[in-house]
């Protein structure tokens, strides 16, 4: 007897055309390719994407929760979280790293970190990141400034595009911004906004202290473009 003949035909499987399982139909993966090598004290910017099962992010327990563990974790000697903004299913970090391992295991120690508060505030189980983490090494002046304004006022760019108006001039509580000492003007940020401890490392590179002022102080009125 044909072997084809040997099993009822239902659904997927066995061995004809069209068997197996079916195409991912979902976002584009990040490719499983080896991380490139970093410069000494890179700055990095880095995205990190959730599951389509977990829940919108923006919510004031989620935030809440991630500057309580970030505030724990956000040094690691060669490692410093530094600045991100959280969005409804991924979120935007700018950090430093001495080369590719300390960003490697930093990363490791942010996203284990992330993915428990979520799973606590959500109570559910299970993975919550959906890939590995997207980075893209700024090297110059611009470049960082602006990354700073994309992950800063990244809320801005998603407002527009859902509304096609520009959204009102406001601290994102979704973010580090509160943190951020590069707003025009100087006291934009009230001094109540930065009760409780920092959820954010103090930058010490080069480009994110000093260099990336040469291109000008960032404007809560922006809106930001596309970095990578």
Not at 31 to 58: A, E, F, I, N, Q
Not at 128 to 157: D, M, Q
Not at 182 to 209: F, M, N
Not at 212 to 221: D, E, F, K, N
């Amino acid at each position: 007897m044909p072997f084809d003949d040997q099993r009822k035909r239902t659904g997927r499987g066995g061995p004809r055309e069209g068997a197996g399982r079916p195409p991912f139909k979902g976002p584009k993966k990040a490719p499983h390719r080896p991380r490139t090598s970093l410069p000494k004290g890179s700055v990095v910017h880095v995205t990190m994407r959730v599951r389509h099962d977990v829940p919108r992010l923006r919510t004031t327990r989620m935030i809440r929760e991630l500057r309580k563990t970030w505030a724990a974790g956000c040094e690691r000697g060669s490692f410093r979280l530094v600045h991100f903004s959280l969005q409804q299913n991924h979120a935007h970090l700018i950090v430093e790293a001495r080369d590719k391992t300390a960003l490697a295991s930093g990363m490791k120690s942010i996203g284990a970190r992330f993915a428990r508060a979520a799973n606590r505030v959500f109570r559910r189980k299970g993975p919550v990141l959906s890939e590995r983490f997207h980075h893209r090494v700024l090297t110059t002046p611009g470049e960082v400034r602006r990354a700073l304004a994309y992950v800063l006022l990244n809320v801005r760019k998603h407002w527009l595009q859902r509304t096609g108006s520009r959204p009102p001039a406001r601290l994102d509580l979704a973010s580090s911004g509160r943190w951020f000492d590069g707003w025009k003007p100087k006291d934009w940020v009230a001094p109540e906004d930065r009760a409780g401890p920092r959820e954010v490392a103090e930058p010490r590179s080069w480009l994110l202290t000093k260099g990336w002022r040469r291109r000008g102080l960032v404007h809560p009125a922006e809106v930001p473009g596309r970095v990578a």
